[in-house]
Every structure is written in structure tokens, then in C-alpha cells.
């Protein structure tokens, strides 16, 4: 294949839509991914051992798209792409990508390489990308960089993962509150060393504890001689540094935060936390619950597959304990079903109904519990409420079942069962939906990777016994 | 109750957090939520009819706070709450407010409070606040704003909902490229009347085109007279105001941006949307899946009960159809299950088994598709590797029921059966699990909304016929 002129109409990205004019707006609305003919010719020039035109096809690409790109294309071919490529897989391509393919990538590189790369990056990607590596790899990496990097890292690892002081950057602005507006700007301007990427100044008094911030917009609009006491605001939203990701996002979150200061035990400034590293956290943790709701951990469709078996497989034998805890139940009545097979037929519509009331019950719980709705305060109203929905879902299905199986098989008293057990079951669901992932969290369980399992369990074993069993009690067989 | 000074502990807040001193940082770590006796507190000063209590309690909160106290009291007592703070129930308040809690307030006042409400708010929030009135409660509102204001709502709501127009706010800053950094500056605080909100200041040329864009930081770091032309980064990332909300998140994601213009179908910069607004609809979008997935509507727990009970009941109800469904599969084999009732016990494992399969690969996929990260390049891959996994776990639970089934009942022909089902029925499961929400998605359905109804079908109704077809077609029965 040989080098052809770059198609714009190729590539959906950022850099596309900067060159908006009406006719090609059209394009912007397509779905922020590489459209797939741009990526066959990728893969049909890496093919062609063609790295020239690879290089012409991705050199246009935004950072982040090469990191797409990388994880479309085949785990084989990537070696073969990122040879090609290499002057362009720099860090921020890496602090992009997917963290299997990344460590596919990494496990390629020597410590030199990596070292080099992990300096041109934030402190908080840099961390990101060395977490995960080895002990003795991480020990050779870091002996590879600069001093002042190599502490800054340090000292992030130093806390515990997935806390704010893995997550925050080392490099913020922070200014006495005597400074005038102009003073502050000649100082921005007079330090070039100083951190480029800061959407606030920080205001800290003499032990270096904040006081106070400064959105860069408020210095921009107030006159030189104004003394920045007089425009910071003195209300501040602080993340204590061990603070958990998922609870920094939801503080983003909630106080709708662009960035903010992070302090240690006694309170003095240490970092600052940037929304953009808390939006992947947000949609990490809520991807999360589903997953684990599901069992399918984490879900990351780059994982090697192996690991993803063991997983879910995992998953599935403790489910297939529960299944058969469920058929022991069902065991109890096999006189009753060698006599009246059509229990057999009926019974798996009132236990999958309740697997699926209870399913919804918790969904509705696990992320109000995620979002920090539901507290302690509405607890008891919560479950009240549950209740009342599983009442009113229940007398409905449980009327609609009873009524069409007592006219279709001529059988009021199998009707009448049916309904009944539906009712109960019902609110087995409802119950156990709500009660279990609530008891799990007051425990420290995360409600999401076990709830699942338990009422299932519940719905099943209750849907059958309720059913078999009143079929007997009442003398239906 | 009397007036008692605010206790600090009682409430865990960010203006409590701006406190920190080394003896509180603990209290730091605590749950970005109100504590409950603090909203028993308040409760009990409300109950005793208190209002000066209730105000001087509500008084130092957030207004993402007072918005969160809102929803933690019962519904009954949110009227008397609001009377009694009503100085403090700003337009802030009303923003971070639920939609079902605020569409509740907002009914019992005036169009003209609404209005004054409105008037103080971003654009964005006063379309969110307005869009979900009755029309002609609308008109009267807006009929009751100042005709400025009124004129920028009006045009928001002239675009779709969830759309990057309903989204964005048309305070920004957009200058010409001939200016210098020190004639920004000049403009920026000569003109009283601008945005005081704004992470980057747009470059556009004549025709009101983005050309580039300035980090307000890039701009403080630079001197007076150099020009903007030079310090602007050209290549920029523009939202088209027609594009979906969802989209718009995946954007800001994936280009880690702070703030971004939108442009009109001309290409002429219209607006500019923040993340803080983002933020909210990332979390929104991923909690949207998990609730569909198992139908439950928004899962939203403000939402009123009627409301829920409509939601879940209608997906219960195709529920039961499909339960019914797979019942009438086992009904062909009545006869057998009568006279090997064993039969009955044992084939719920097959179709739960393959049901919890099926869920898993859809919880995967559904997020995928949700994250942009399944497309057309890798659908065959993706598709392999579900089968792969498929079998991998069916092969292992097929083997250990089997064996299982084998020795317990002295059968080994049931047990070959049973494994047999199990196998077919866990590729079942994860062929029903990735085609089914890939081609939904590819019709332009929801996966979320209707995959789970279609794969659990397809793992019931396959999962008592492969074993009871299994059973009977090998001469077991």
C-alpha cells in the first residue's frame, strides 16, 4: 500500500471537528470512535509491513484515539503498530490506554524506556502506570529517573491504592494570601517552572494549610492592586489525602468541583485532584456496580481471557451452589410432582418472577447506596417503600397468574395456589432486595460483588417451597 | 427545642472540612452525607414547630447539602422544611435538587417565583428546572422573565432534549485572535457585565468561527504583549449543538477537557458546556444501565411510588409472558417428568445456570457498547472471545454437575445429560448474550432496556428443552 494523502472524512476525532464547516458538520455527530474503515487500512498497511503509511494514517490522531486504535486492532499486531509508531506513543498515549494493553505494551519496554516515558508524565498517570508493575521491575524503573520524579512517585505509593494521594498531582499553585492579583500574575509569569495545567490558585497561610481559593477567572477580571484576600473565597472543599477515589468523586460530584486541594493529617497542602482524573473514577466505579451485580468482575473487555474465565467462573460455581440448595427444595416434593407433573411446569414462572422483582429491587438499592442516597436516615422508609411496591407488583401477577392457570387448566385450587405463592414470593423479593445489600454494606461488603448471589437464593428456594409447599398443605395433591 | 449553637461535628460538610484542624481530619474520611442525627435534629425542631431552630441548623450548609437535606425528610415534611428556610432557598438549591423533589416544590409555587428562582440560575439549570413543567405553566413562567433571559431559555428549549444545546450555557468568553494577552486582560476586567465562570477563553475569527482556544492559565503565564494567536492551542475539540448528551460525556472523557464551545450547524460558536455539567450525566448514563438491564426504570428513589410500581410492573409482566414461554416447553414433557420426577428437581440448575452466563456476558457487553468500546472493528473478535469464554465455563460446570449428578443418583446417563444441557446451554448464553444487545444497538434500540428479556428467554426456554429434550431423545426416560 502506498502513502495516500490523509481523507479527513476517515477519522472521527477532535482534531476532524476543528475543521468544522457546514457541509462537513454532519460528520461530528457520528460516535466519538474511529470508524472502522479508517482502522481496516491501518491493519491492512501493518499487514502489508507498510510502516510508512501506518505512520501517515495515525500521525494526524489525538493521543487518546491512538489509545483507542491500539485496543481495536488485534493483541497481535500491536508490537508490530507500535514499532511503527513509536515516535508518537508518547505518554500521553500511555496514560490513555486500556491498563491490559498498557501492561501488554510495558512488558515489551526496558526500565530505561518506561523510566522515560513515566518522567514526560503527570505525577498521578506516572503512578498509575508503575502501580502495576512488578516489585522488582518498579524498583529498576524508579532507580531510571530523575531524583525529583522519583520521589514525587514515591511518595504517592506510599498511600494506599485507590486513595486521593495516589490520585493527586504534586504540581499546583499555592501563594500567600498578602500577594495583590498583580503580584501573583508577575510571579506566574516570572517562574517557569511552575505547573502550566492549574484551573485555581490556592490561598495558604503561613504553616501551609489553605485558607482560601482562587479561580483563574477571578484573578482575570479583578484589577492589579486588589489583594487576593479580597477575591478568594474562603470556602473550600478539601479531600483529606487517604480519602477513597469513589468518595472524591462523589465530592466532585456533588459540589460540582473543577479541581481541588488535597491535605494531609495536619491539614497542610500537599496536592491538588483535577476533575478530568475524577470523571474516569465516576464512570469507573458506576460501570462497576453492574458488573459486579452480574459477576462479571471487572468486566474489561481487554483483559486476557483466561483471567476473565476464572472470574466468572468463580462467579458461577458459587452460583451453581445456590441452584442446587434451590433443587434440594425442590427435592422435598417429587411425590407431589411424580403425582401432578404440572407443578413442575408452573413452578419455574413463580421462582423466575422473583428472581426478577428482587433483581430490580436491588439494582435501585446498590446504586442508591453507590450515590450516597440512601442513609441511614431514610433507611426505614426506604424499606417500607420497597415493601409497598412488592405488595402492589405482587397482588397484580399474583391475580393475573391465578386467574389464567384456575381458567386454562379448569383448577381454582391450582389457581388459587399459584397466585398465593407469587404474593409470597413477591415479597420475598422485595425484602431480601433491599435487606441484603443494606446488611452487606453496614458489614463492609460492597453490596454490588455479593448481593446477587443471596437473593437469588432467596427468591428461588422461596419460589419453590411456596408453591410445592402450599400445592401439599392445601390438598391440592 | 431551643436555639442551640451549631455543633461542627454534627454535620460533615465541605465548609466544616475548610475547618481542618489535625483533631478533626478524621471526621474527613466520613461519608459526604449528612449524619443522621443531625437530620433527626432537624426533624425534631420541624416537628416542634421550631422554625428558628430548623434555620439556624439548616443555615451553614451547601446548598448541595440543604438540596440533600430535601431528600432525606419525608415528603410530608419538605413544605414546612422549605417555609422555615425559605431565605435560604436559592436557585442554587433548586439545581442540585432531585427532579422528582423539585418538581414537587416547584408545584406549590407562583409563576413569578419560579421566575425570580429561574432568573438566578445558569442557563442550563433554568432549562432544566423549566423543561419539565406543563407547557402552559411554562409560558406563564417565562412570560414572568426578563425578556433577555427569557430569550436564551426559549432558544435552549428549542433543541431536543438531551442534547448538547439544552446542556450548554451561553455565558462564555470569545475574543478575536488580533488581541494580546494584556487587551484580554483589559477586556476581561473592563466589562462588568461577563462570564464569570469560564476555564478557557475562545479564539473566533470573523464570522464568530472557534479557531483555537486559551487555558486561562496559559494566559496568566504569559506576558502582556504577546498575542493571542500565539499562545492559543489550535486544535480544539467542538461540540455540534444537535449532539447527544451521552456523546457529549464520552467527549469529555476521552478528551480529559475541562470545558468545551459548542458550535451551530454553520460552524459559529453558540455556547460552551462545562464538565461539572458532564460529570452528572456520566454517573447518570452508567447507573441508567444497570436499572434497565433490570428493569427498573430510572431506579429513581424519590420518584413517587405510582410512578414505580407502573415501571416495574409492565417489565414484570413481559417477564411473565417469557416465563411463561419457557413453562411451556416443559409441558411437552409432562409425561417424562411424571414418571422421573428427577427430572423436575434437576432442571431449574440448567436454565439458572445458564441464565446467570447470559447476564454476565450482557453486563459486559451493555457497557461496551455503552463506552464505545465494542464497534464494528472488533464486534467479530468480541463475539470469539464471549464463545471462547462460553465454552470454557461450560466444559467446567457441564463436567462438575455432571460428574456430580453421576455419582449422587448412581446415574451416570442422567449425568452425561445433565453436563450435555449444560454445555449447549452456556453457549446458548453467551451467543444470546453478546448478538442479542449488538444487533439491538445496531437497530438503534436501548441494549440496556431489552437485551435481558431476550437473553433470559433464550437460557430458560434452551435450558429445559436441551436437558428434558436430552433426557427423552437418549432413552433416559
Given at each position: 500500500m502506498s502513502l495516500e494523502p490523509l481523507d479527513p472524512d476517515t477519522i472521527d476525532t477532535a482534531q476532524a471537528a476543528s475543521e468544522a464547516v457546514p457541509a462537513e458538520s454532519e460528520r461530528l455527530d457520528a460516535d466519538n470512535m474511529l470508524k472502522s474503515d479508517y482502522v481496516r487500512r491501518v491493519r491492512d498497511a501493518l499487514e502489508a509491513g507498510d510502516d510508512?503509511?501506518?505512520?501517515?494514517?495515525?500521525?494526524?490522531?489525538?493521543?487518546?484515539?491512538?489509545?483507542?486504535?491500539?485496543e481495536q486492532v488485534e493483541a497481535d499486531e500491536r508490537s508490530a503498530l507500535t514499532r511503527a509508531i513509536s515516535d508518537l506513543m508518547g505518554s500521553e498515549v500511555?496514560?490513555?490506554?486500556?491498563?491490559?494493553?498498557?501492561?501488554?505494551?510495558?512488558?515489551?519496554?526496558?526500565?530505561?524506556?518506561?523510566?522515560e516515558i513515566a518522567e514526560e508524565m503527570?505525577?498521578?498517570?506516572?503512578?498509575?502506570?508503575?502501580?502495576?508493575?512488578?516489585?522488582?521491575?518498579?524498583q529498576a524503573v524508579l532507580a531510571e529517573m530523575e531524583p525529583e520524579e522519583r520521589a514525587a512517585i514515591e511518595s504517592a505509593l506510599a498511600y494506599p491504592e485507590e486513595t486521593a494521594g495516589r490520585l493527586m498531582s504534586r504540581d499546583f499553585i499555592a501563594v500567600n494570601e498578602q500577594l495583590t492579583v498583580g503580584e501573583l500574575i508577575h510571579y506566574l509569569r516570572d517562574n517557569k517552572d511552575l505547573a502550566t495545567e492549574f484551573w485555581e490558585v490556592f490561598i495558604v497561610?503561613?504553616?501551609?494549610?489553605?485558607?482560601?481559593?482562587?479561580?483563574?477567572?477571578?484573578?482575570?477580571?479583578?484589577?492589579?492592586?486588589?489583594?487576593?484576600?479580597?477575591?478568594?473565597?474562603?470556602?473550600?472543599?478539601?479531600?483529606?489525602?487517604?480519602?477513597?477515589?469513589?468518595?472524591?468523586?462523589?465530592?466532585?460530584?456533588?459540589?460540582?468541583?473543577?479541581?481541588?486541594?488535597?491535605?494531609?493529617?495536619?491539614?497542610?497542602?500537599?496536592?491538588?485532584?483535577?476533575?478530568?482524573?475524577?470523571?474516569h473514577i465516576i464512570q469507573e466505579e458506576a460501570s462497576e456496580d453492574i458488573l459486579r451485580l452480574s459477576g462479571a468482575g471487572d468486566g474489561d473487555i481487554n483483559e486476557p481471557i483466561l483471567m476473565t474465565v476464572r472470574t466468572r467462573l468463580s462467579?458461577?460455581?458459587?452460583?451453581?451452589?445456590?441452584a442446587?440448595?434451590?433443587?434440594?427444595?425442590?427435592?422435598?416434593?417429587?411425590?407431589?410432582?411424580?403425582?401432578?407433573?404440572?407443578?413442575?411446569?408452573?413452578?419455574?414462572?413463580?421462582?423466575?418472577?422473583?428472581?426478577?422483582?428482587?433483581?430490580?429491587?436491588?439494582?435501585?438499592?446498590?446504586?442508591?447506596?453507590?450515590?450516597?442516597?440512601?442513609?441511614?436516615?431514610?433507611?426505614?422508609?426506604?424499606?417500607?417503600?420497597?415493601?409497598?411496591?412488592?405488595?402492589?407488583?405482587?397482588?397484580?401477577?399474583?391475580?393475573?397468574?391465578?386467574?389464567?392457570?384456575?381458567?386454562?387448566?379448569?383448577?381454582?385450587?391450582?389457581?388459587?395456589?399459584?397466585?398465593?405463592?407469587?404474593?409470597?414470593?413477591?415479597l420475598v423479593a422485595g425484602l431480601a432486595g433491599i435487606l441484603v445489600p443494606i446488611t452487606l454494606d453496614r458489614a463492609n461488603v460492597d453490596p454490588a460483588v455479593s448481593s446477587a448471589v443471596f437473593v437469588t437464593t432467596a427468591t428461588d428456594v422461596m419460589g419453590f417451597f411456596s408453591f410445592l409447599g402450599l400445592a401439599v398443605a392445601t390438598g391440592l395433591v
Open positions: 510508512g503509511a501506518v505512520y501517515a494514517l495515525v500521525e494526524p490522531l489525538h493521543p487518546a484515539d491512538i489509545a483507542d486504535l491500539l500511555f496514560a490513555e490506554l486500556n491498563d491490559h494493553v498498557r501492561e501488554a505494551l510495558v512488558d515489551e519496554l526496558s526500565a530505561e524506556d518506561i523510566a503527570e505525577t498521578d498517570d506516572a503512578v498509575a502506570l508503575l502501580e502495576d508493575l512488578e516489585p522488582e521491575e518498579q497561610d503561613a504553616h501551609y494549610r489553605p485558607v482560601g481559593t482562587c479561580q483563574l477567572s477571578w484573578i482575570l477580571r479583578t484589577d492589579r492592586h486588589i489583594a487576593l484576600s479580597d477575591v478568594m473565597k474562603r470556602d473550600q472543599t478539601l479531600i483529606p489525602v487517604t480519602m477513597d477515589q469513589e468518595e472524591v468523586a462523589l465530592r466532585f460530584q456533588k459540589y460540582a468541583l473543577i479541581s481541588a486541594a488535597v491535605v494531609d493529617e495536619s491539614g497542610r497542602l500537599v496536592g491538588q485532584i483535577t476533575v478530568d482524573d475524577v470523571v462467579w458461577l460455581v458459587v452460583n451453581l451452589g445456590t442446587i440448595l434451590a433443587s434440594s427444595v425442590v427435592s422435598l416434593f417429587q411425590d407431589a410432582i411424580a403425582r401432578f407433573a404440572l407443578l413442575a411446569v408452573l413452578m419455574p414462572i413463580v421462582s423466575g418472577m422473583g428472581g426478577n422483582a428482587g433483581t430490580q429491587t436491588l439494582a435501585v438499592v446498590v446504586r442508591a447506596i453507590a450515590t450516597n442516597q440512601l442513609t441511614s436516615s431514610n433507611t426505614i422508609r426506604m424499606v417500607l417503600r420497597e415493601l409497598r411496591i412488592a405488595m402492589a407488583n405482587g397482588l397484580s401477577l399474583g391475580l393475573l397468574i391465578g386467574t389464567s392457570t384456575a381458567l386454562l387448566f379448569h383448577n381454582p385450587h391450582l389457581g388459587a395456589v399459584i397466585g398465593a405463592a407469587m404474593i409470597i414470593n413477591n
